[in-house]
């Protein structure tokens, strides 16, 4: 197939100062019946830090690949990484547009300044409760009135600039009816608000109303060819569900972006995703329990599959 990504999600850490109890996206349940829990410190796979080195070469060659849309996120809060609104900087001046999403704690007037100098076009915040008890259990380890406070810093820092700032809420069952106070104290800050519908992974935690509930797309997938994932290493992967590194493509560092793309491994991969309908036994394991794509689920729209699954 011709199609291609245009958008990539660039991880600048896998590193967290949060330990939310619904995180590691996708592969809740089964670390939870491992482990006990699903912290990020609980990654197969090494924690780091993108390096100004590792970030050159994969900035060049994802301008040669013709990626036009940078998600400075992946796993990880992306601003524990002191380099990142130096890359977001850079990743400016190149032309791309540079959207991040962040759990917000880790702000400063100084590094927002940075971001914001720089032309960043989104800063997304992740605030799931609008107040400090119901924040504290969905977003174990923050604080909300640090986090609220942020966000009036970035809304202050953005006015007059390119900038858009949002506050994301993603609705649960002990959340779900703090929405309207939500969206009422974004209003008096002055903030863009929206609520994420909740991909069920734990019934216990699925909100009530069903409006608050994604309905699944039906498969074959089509993110595949929409974006793809960089970590902090310069490792690919092709879905952002790919937390531990189960399908690594090859490294952009080592060969560039244009042919781990093109590489038979890849190819592979994507020709079984698409094979979905003619021999579903032979999709990938990581695509078998996929929160987002079902074999029986509704038709895809244009609009689903531009909306960033991260």
Same mark, same amino acid.
């Given at each position: 197939?011709?199609?291609?990504?245009?958008?990539?999600?660039?991880?600048?850490?896998?590193?967290?100062?949060?330990?939310?109890?619904?995180?590691?996206?996708?592969?809740?349940?089964?670390?939870?019946?491992?482990?006990?829990?699903?912290?990020?410190?609980?990654?197969?796979?090494?924690?780091?830090?993108?390096?100004?080195?590792?970030?050159?070469?994969?900035?060049?060659?994802?301008?040669?690949?013709?990626?036009?849309?940078?998600?400075?996120?992946?796993?990880?809060?992306?601003?524990?990484?002191?380099?990142?609104?130096?890359?977001?900087?850079?990743?400016?001046?190149?032309?791309?547009?540079?959207?991040?999403?962040?759990?917000?704690?880790?702000?400063?007037?100084?590094?927002?300044?940075?971001?914001?100098?720089?032309? #960043?076009?989104? &800063?997304?915040?992740? /605030?799931?409760?609008?107040? *400090?008890?119901?924040? @504290? $259990?969905? =977003? #174990?380890?923050? &604080?909300?009135?640090? /986090?609220?406070?942020?966000? *009036?810093?970035?809304? @202050? $820092?953005? =006015?007059?600039?390119?900038?858009?700032?949002?506050?994301?809420?993603?609705?649960?069952?002990?959340?779900?009816?703090?929405?309207?106070?939500?969206?009422?104290?974004?209003?008096?800050?002055?903030?863009?608000?929206?609520?994420?519908?909740?991909?069920?992974?734990?019934?216990?935690?699925?909100?009530?109303?069903?409006?608050?509930?994604?309905?699944?797309?039906?498969?074959?997938?089509?993110?595949?060819?929409?974006?793809?994932?960089?970590?902090?290493?310069?490792?690919?992967?092709?879905?952002?569900?790919?937390?531990?590194?189960?399908?690594?493509?090859?490294?952009?560092?080592?060969?560039?972006?244009?042919?781990?793309?093109?590489?038979?491994?890849?190819?592979?991969?994507?020709?079984?995703?698409?094979?979905?309908?003619?021999?579903?036994?032979?999709?990938?394991?990581?695509?078998?329990?996929?929160?987002?794509?079902?074999?029986?689920?509704?038709?895809?729209?244009?609009?689903?599959?531009?909306?960033?699954?991260?």
């Amino acid at each position: 197939m011709l199609r291609r990504p245009s958008s990539v999600l660039l991880e600048t850490t896998n590193a967290c100062n949060l330990n939310c109890p619904y995180c590691m996206v996708g592969q809740q349940n089964e670390w939870m019946q491992t482990h006990g829990s699903v912290s990020h410190d609980l990654m197969a796979r090494p924690q780091g830090m993108m390096t100004p080195e590792t970030f050159e070469a994969v900035r060049r060659s994802l301008l040669d690949f013709g990626i036009l849309n940078v998600y400075l996120h992946f796993q990880g809060e992306p601003m524990l990484n002191k380099h990142t609104p130096a890359f977001a900087r850079r990743l400016k001046q190149d032309g791309f547009k540079v959207q991040m999403f962040t759990n917000g704690l880790v702000f400063t007037d100084e590094n927002l300044a940075e971001l914001v100098d720089a032309g #960043v076009d989104l &800063i997304r915040f992740s /605030v799931d409760g609008a107040s *400090e008890d119901t924040y @504290r $259990a969905n =977003r #174990v380890g923050g &604080i909300f009135a640090k /986090v609220r406070h942020n966000m *009036e810093k970035a809304v @202050r $820092a953005a =006015r007059k600039s390119r900038t858009r700032v949002e506050w994301q809420f993603l609705p649960m069952r002990n959340n779900e009816h703090e929405v309207p106070q939500a969206a009422a104290m974004a209003k008096e800050i002055g903030i863009e608000f929206f609520a994420k519908g909740f991909r069920v992974t734990d019934p216990a935690r699925a909100p009530a109303d069903p409006k608050y509930r994604c309905s699944m797309l039906k498969k074959p997938c089509g993110d595949i060819y929409y974006q793809l994932g960089i970590y902090w290493n310069g490792d690919v992967v092709p879905c952002c569900y790919d937390n531990d590194a189960e399908e690594v493509m090859g490294n952009v560092v080592a060969t560039g972006l244009r042919a781990v793309w093109d590489s038979p491994k890849y190819r592979a991969f994507r020709k079984r995703v698409d094979d979905f309908e003619k021999n579903p036994g032979n999709e990938p394991s990581i695509c078998k329990g996929c929160l987002r794509w079902s074999g029986d689920g509704s038709a895809a729209t244009k609009a689903d599959l531009e909306e960033a699954p991260a």
